[in-house]
């Protein structure tokens, strides 16, 4: 094999022009991927990162029909205790969970005595939220960051709200919500801190303490509107979903309905479209690069094996086996695929470091000021290196094959 | 025994709708250690007949038997098995590798060919460009050689896997005359140093008065066996 690759790179560099140029067609490509790769799933990443350690959660547990009318936070839609205990009881027995965080959540009007406007209200317990959701404390703007989010008696508002009613951390306002029976209630809080805003889903909620919540919409039992579940492992999801739908999903009541639903952040949230986007332009740049390395490589050992008929016919005269014919033209493209990709890859890494120094910012909806830190993970750098290398040798087969099938006469009388 | 016997040779080609007969019966036979030339004009079937003796091609009827092979059922692959462990090539335009040193050219058939291992290859090779007299050029590329240098080095490339038999079509056609016949000499002292089988073909009757046997061809048909006075 040594003695073929010896061979191999003598008449690559037979034609260093050429080779140098298919070389860099494949090294572009090459960066080209890798580098989108980067920064895409870096972007994407951090965008979700954003919705779930911010808002939504890994996964979310509701009560059936919920998700279908959440627009309208439908109170009577509520996990019971019963079922509460039910999926806290799934939920502590999965390994994967590191944590969850029951939420209360209603529509409501916010008065600051002088205006009043709509409100969305999650009632949350602080501390499991911010171990559930761990961007939410730092998204807030105003307010003392050293204490819980939101403590009883107060109320956490969005930038948005803030601005519009002119309502300043210490203000008193009122919130005013109708419960399940259809009757109303309204409560004083003291506004205690403001949050940036997030695009998506919940990314102008406001906060309440649980129990104030509950209060509010004078509950007599320990409802809630949703689990917010935080995974050990993202990278997991998709095993704790699939369990969670198992364990929670087909589990049926005395009815013999389904009382309860799972959802990844991917089903509850629009921006999962653009991630597949995402990955949808990623698959196109991977097709490309395919056919960048598929015709340049196929072009250069097609033209190798029209040029060196006569030295095909000497070497097959004097007994190289067709094998070895195929091997030896095999693995030019095979060295073509290796150096291209490797030089690829050194000139990818260089970028994406230097990307990472140079730390540029961008602005993604309300928020600003993102930093642009593109990762590549080995698992991606390896595939697309192996795709590489194999399409360049997939290249050079018809050549090679045509090499090795070369009637020896006909090769050695070719002018 | 002889190393090389046919018997009725006939080799047929079509050209379009036309079958032409490049050999037509013909019978002969090459002792081994013997210096044979095949000699006749442009189109005799000399090209032809050494081409199926090299395992190249195969006869359309007749019998060819080179080392008591049937060379015509050999396929592709056996042929090219055959050619490796028993038969060399002189080709008239040397036919080097050029990508590849005069060192690197001789060790090609021990490399590529028969896998011998690098220190025994390595004797091999340097013994035959001694014989040949190449060796102070072995690190020169192809065309850093002249024609006469090139053919020697084809003659040690042939010889260095140590084959039965050497073939060699025109082996002096690109040559003038006096590097003609040096080559010649080389092929003989080659011939009696390792005991080889040379048969060459050449329309060059200076050249084929070197031959111990020459074997004459017209128009398909051999004519007469002709035993040199330098046999």
Known sequence: MLDVLAIASRNLLRYRRRTLLTLLLIVIGMVAVLLFIAVAGSFKSMMVGQFTDSVLGHLQVHRKGYVASIDNLPLNLNLTPALVAKAEEALKANPLVETWSPRVKFGGMFSNFAETTSI?????????????????PGRLLEGDKAKPLVERGQIVIPVLLARGMNTKVGDTVVVVATNRDGSVNGKTFVVQGILEGV????????????????????????????????????SRLGQADKQFKQMLGESTNKEGKQPIEVHTWAELSPFA?????????????????????????????????????REIGTIAAIGTPPGRILSLFLAEG?????????????LSLAAIFGINVWSPTFAFGQQQNLVMAPTIAAGDVLSIAAMVVAVAVLASLQPAWKASRMDPISALRHV | MSLVRAEQLVKTYRMGDVEVQALKGVDFSI?????????????????????????????SSGKLTVLDTDVATLDQRNGATFR??????????????????????????????????????????????????????????????????????????????????????EPTANLDHDTAYRVLQLMKKMRDEFGTTFVFSTHDPKIMGEAETIFTLEDGRLQNEKESNHA
């Open chain 1, 120 to 136: 969305r209200i999650n009632g949350i317990d602080p501390a499991r939220e911010a171990a559930t959701v761990p961007l939410l």
């Open chain 1, 199 to 234: 695009t998506g889903p919940g990314g102008r909620d406001g906060y309440m303490h649980i129990d104030d919540a509950r209060a509010l919409l004078r509950m007599s039992d320990a409802e809630i509107s949703e689990i917010a579940v935080r995974l050990k492992d993202f």
């Open chain 1, 273 to 309: 479209n653009l991630a597949r986007m995402i990955d949808l332009m990623t698959l196109f740049i991977k097709i490309m690069l395919v056919s960048i390395v598929l015709v340049s490589v196929m072009n250069v050992m097609m033209m190798a094996v029209f040029e060196r008929i």
């Open chain 1, 334 to 346: 095979l060295m073509l695929g290796v150096v291209g990709t490797a030089a690829g890859i050194i």
């Open chain 2, 31 to 59: 002792e081994p250690s013997s210096f044979v030339a095949f000699v006749g004009p442009s189109g005799s079937g000399k090209s032809t007949l050494l081409n199926m003796i090299g395992c190249l091609d195969h006869p």
């Open chain 2, 84 to 169: 490796g462990e028993h038969i060399g090539f002189v080709f008239q335009d040397f036919n080097l590798i050029p990508v590849l040193t005069v060192f690197e050219n001789v060790e090609y058939p021990l490399r590529m060919v028969q896998k011998w291992p690098l220190e025994k290859r390595r004797a091999q090779v340097l013994r035959l460009l001694e014989a040949v007299g190449m060796s102070d050029q072995a690190g020169k590329r192809p065309d850093q050689l002249s024609g006469g240098q090139k053919q020697r080095v084809a003659v040690a490339r042939a010889l260095v896997s140590q084959p039965k038999l050497v073939l060699a079509d």
